[in-house]
């Protein structure tokens, strides 16, 4: 018995070990937003790109003529959606009017105030300030996620856009705005995305598209897609 | 059950040469299952996109989305855990009498250390920022590699 005494404790650990890596990464794939609540009156975000049925609600950066289309699946409180959107941002100054960038929620349950900052960015979105209040949203991650009464990190943002902060508080804890919220991270996991930031140009999803040069050869092959006859 | 008496499993010749002491493989052992622990978090953040790990800390979602961060798809923290397991094996394999793993243990070991110096470097030079797992796991892989220099086996 002794004899095969370490061929019994390796086995045992690998076991654990994969066993354990298993069950965590199942339970970090698991987005914030369940899909038993998917059944909300409010209507399910249309987001795929390749159907040309506008939504009015996306939230979309660049004009709609843009030939290429990079739709990010992004949570607040993701220290690389933070580096994905700076990196987003210069593309989009780089590319002009050739890019136009489209923002999904999807919020991750292993982040703590994922949900409270999407529904903040929604509500000032319902006054017209999505994207700035996006783009504060992640220019002060560092700071905001690692408070724990964030609302008022928020507040004073929405303050600072110029935001009626009455009507921003209401809407931030709203059930609509929460729907929204799930609505959005439910379409994102029907479309088979499981972490973030998950990027798709032109519908096509782009792996480790947290990366400048990854991008930036998607975005490159989907112009030259786009100019063949 | 004696393991001095016992016959060296798959090495035969090596019954006259005393054994290493048996307590430098189960900490080497232990040291490589806290650097398995730490690889197998890392893949498993990688593969999952969570850099929750990384804080707030920008530098450290640099160097895990980086380019080096990957090797031909698989998370370069994939192969450290394999490199872990390795070592864990071969320690306690030689901890209960296989001495002839000893040579693999060392060589492994060697690896990882000339691989953690090529990601300190990267780090330093190439990315200019730390991942603390990364340091964590490169202090590991110090360490194995100084137990054994510092503990040779005995002729």
């Known amino acids: 018995m002794r004899r095969y005494l370490p061929f019994v404790i390796i086995a045992l650990v690998a076991l654990i070990t994969v066993g354990v890596a298993t069950a965590v990464y199942r339970s970090k794939m698991r987005p914030a937003p369940t899909a038993s609540t998917s059944s909300s009156p409010v209507p399910t975000v249309a987001n795929e790109v390749a159907n040309e049925k506008e939504d009015e609600s996306l939230h979309a950066r660049g004009p709609r003529t843009a030939p290429v289309s990079m ?56 006054q017209g300030h999505f994207w700035e209040m996006h783009d504060m949203l992640y220019k002060y991650q560092s700071v905001w996620s690692r408070g724990s009464a964030v609302d ?23 059930p609509e705005v929460q729907a929204r919220v799930i609505s959005e991270g439910d379409a994102g996991v029907a479309r088979g995305v499981k972490n973030t930031p998950t990027i798709f140009i032109n519908g096509r999803e782009v792996h480790n598209g947290f990366q400048r040069e990854t991008l930036k050869e998607a975005l490159d092959a989907a112009l030259a897609e786009k100019k063949k006859p | 059950m004696n393991a001095k008496n016992r016959k060296e499993p798959g090495n035969g010749s090596a019954l006259s040469r005393p054994r290493p002491s048996r307590f430098l493989y189960w900490a080497l052992a232990i040291v490589a299952l806290l650097g398995l622990a730490d690889a197998t978090f890392l893949t498993v953040a990688h593969l999952a996109g969570d850099d929750a790990v990384c804080g707030s800390g920008i530098g450290c979602s640099t160097v895990l989305g980086s380019a080096y961060a990957t090797i031909r798809g698989i998370p ?63 202090a590991l892989t110090f360490l194995l590699a100084g137990l054994l220099l510092a503990f040779p086996a005995p002729r």
Do not use: N, W
């Open chain 1, 152 to 174: 008022a990190f928020f507040a004073a943002y929405a303050e600072s856009i110029g935001l009626d902060a009455g009507q921003f508080a209401i809407d931030s804890k709203s």
């Open chain 1, 71 to 126: 739709e990010v699946y992004g949570d607040f409180q993701c220290p690389s959606c933070a580096v994905a959107t700076a990196m987003i941002d210069d593309l989009q100054k780089e590319y002009g009017d050739k890019m136009r960038v489209i923002f999904h929620e999807f919020p991750l349950a292993m982040h703590k105030h994922a949900v409270a900052a999407a529904m903040a960015a929604e509500a000032a979105g319902l």
């Open chain 2, 76 to 138: 370069t923290a994939a192969f450290g855990a394999v490199a872990y397991f390795s070592v864990f094996s071969l320690a306690v394999l030689v901890g209960f009498g296989y001495a002839g793993m000893r040579r693999f243990l060392v060589i492994v070991v060697m690896l990882m250390f000339t691989a953690s110096l090529y990601f300190l470097y990267l780090q330093a030079f190439v990315l200019h920022a730390f991942c603390p797992f990364c340091l964590f796991s490169a």
